[in-house]
């Protein structure tokens, strides 16, 4: 009676006041007091849990699952079709155009189609073929990206690489 894993990778709000848990063995949501383990889902290793509409993202070592609101698994991506490695490193919702879902991988940078398949994106970018851990969207529309060889912003069109201590600041 307790969470299916003892590490935790990712914790997400279900919007009601609940929460969804991924652990190293599994998928829990804490609703109300209670703990509810899903069994479909205890061979997994979810990395990450991002909230999308009526639906959740779930980065797994299997590729991205969707669900729905109750933890039934509605449908999986799988990566390797696209030659990709099957973790996925990082899920982010990117506010334009038109709440995109981006996906950071062992190979660069990709997005979510309406047909729930993969695209590539910016695979001119300098970290196309590197590992990317982070994500996140500025406001203003700037894409900051981490990866295993460093920060970058795609800005003005362009990519930049950041590095300490000439461009961040202490």
Known sequence: DGL???EIWGICSDGSGGLWVGSDRG???L??????????FKDL?????LRDGRSFLLATD???????????WLKRLDLSKYKLPLDVVVLAKA???QHRILVGTGRGLWEIKQGEGLQQIHPEAPFASV??????????GELWVGTSKGLYIHRDSNWHL????KDLPN
């Open 4 to 6: 299916p894993g003892n």
């Open 27 to 29: 998928l829990a949501r």
């Open 31 to 40: 609703r109300e007091g209670r703990l509810e383990v899903f069994p479909s």
């Open 45 to 49: 290793r979810i990395t990450q849990i």
């Open 62 to 72: 299997r590729g991205i699952i969707r669900i729905d609101r109750d933890g039934q």
């Open 95 to 97: 506010q334009r155009p």
């Open 131 to 140: 590992e990317v851990v982070s994500l996140f969207e500025h406001p203003n």
């Open 162 to 165: 950041l590095s300490a201590p």
